[in-house]
């Protein structure tokens, strides 16, 4: 029996020695003190000895279990120490390593470029006001001296919501919002997003942006008019700037005309985003026809104005010399961070 167990000791220890991990040690354990083990083992055989002889074995075999468990436990506490030490310096976190810097976002170009119009124009004593996406037809066509026979209603150009509600095809009918709730003077600019069932390409989308702008006030003239949008195209573009007004006509204004700013893509030479001409059209203006003074309720013996459309996109693209229109609705963060 002492033999039996000195040898059971033996090859406790040599396999102790071995053990890397807590899952060895545990395998070693059952291996001598499970309901299996080689110790059971030596306590199942006991019933073949001689009554006599039997106390003194059990006692022999209690004093190895013992000590047996005691050499596992000790192993034990050496292995979770060591597994909890690599653990610590494997999840070791270096405090002095510099972070990964958040990426910040930038303003698009087209804000930018709408801020500093809005500047322009409330330096020089205008305010803010703005109107709704979805309008009455009355207010975008009706109060516009559009007519109802007129292309511009053509169900091609307007997104129609039912027979009387649109998306705006301009910020125009702001002008008509104003004129009835206000009393002149009136100086006022109205930015917005407008719709038009158009294609997707280099100079046109469905979506666009524009700014309108209505001063009402008695002895408003056409040089007040071209002496504001003039120093607008400075302020915008710099001294020297060129304008260039073409007569023209729209039903809410009379007389009219278009203004175009020399294309700074090409610098007059002609492309792609100018179509060759070398001017780009950036607005429409001209003095508030007295029929559209009369249906806002202002009276056109009393009081003139002049009003005045301008294309956001147009003059983002100017200002930057971007080529594409698309450019400014994809959100490509390689395109838009470089404008800061
Ligand atoms: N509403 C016009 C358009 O969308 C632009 C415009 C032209 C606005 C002349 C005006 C104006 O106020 O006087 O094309």
């Not at 119009?117 to 109060?143: A, Q, S």
């Not at 007295?290 to 003139?304: F, K, Q, T």
Request: charged share 25%; glycine share 8%; with cysteine.
């Amino acid at each position: 029996m002492k033999e039996k167990i000195a040898q059971i000791e033996q090859l406790l220890v040599t396999e102790l020695a071995g053990c890397e991990n807590l899952q060895a040690l545990d395998a070693l354990r059952v291996k001598v003190l499970g309901k299996k083990g080689e110790l059971t083992a030596l306590l199942r055989g006991m019933g073949q000895l001689s009554p006599e002889e039997r106390p003194a074995a059990g006692q022999m075999i209690n004093e190895a279990r013992e000590k047996f468990t005691g050499l596992l436990e000790e192993k034990q506490a050496l292995l979770k120490k060591q597994e909890q030490e690599a653990a610590l310096k494997r999840e070791t976190i270096d405090v002095t390593q510099p972070a990964a810097m958040p990426k910040a976002g930038s303003v698009h170009p087209m804000t930018l470029v709408l801020n500093e119009v809005v500047d322009c124009f409330t330096g020089m004593g205008f305010e803010v006001v703005e109107g709704p996406e979805v309008e009455l037809d009355h207010y975008n066509f009706e109060l516009m001296n559009i007519p109802k026979n007129h292309p511009a209603r053509d169900a091609q150009d307007t997104f129609y919501v039912d027979d009387n509600i649109v998306l705006r095809t301009h910020t125009s009918p702001v002008q008509a919002r104003t004129m009835l709730t206000r009393k002149p003077p009136i100086r006022v600019i109205c930015p917005g997003r407008v719709y038009r069932a158009d294609e997707m390409d280099a100079t046109h989308s469905p979506v666009f942006h524009q700014m309108e702008g209505l001063v009402i006030d008695k002895d408003v003239t056409m040089a007040d008019l071209r002496g504001t949008l003039n120093a607008f195209a400075e302020r915008l573009y710099g001294k020297g700037i060129t304008t260039r007004f073409r007569p023209s006509f729209f039903p809410f204004t009379e007389p009219s005309a278009e203004v175009d700013l020399t294309c700074v893509n090409c610098h007059g030479k002609g492309c792609r985003v100018c179509k060759g001409t070398g001017w780009i059209e950036v607005l429409g203006c001209g003095m508030v026809n007295p029929h559209v003074l009369e249906m806002c309720g202002i009276d056109p013996n009393e009081y003139s104005g002049f009003a005045f459309g301008i294309g956001i996109e147009r003059i983002t693209m100017q200002r930057y010399g971007i080529p594409d229109l698309r450019l400014l609705f994809e959100g490509d963060v390689r395109f838009l961070g470089q404008f800061r």
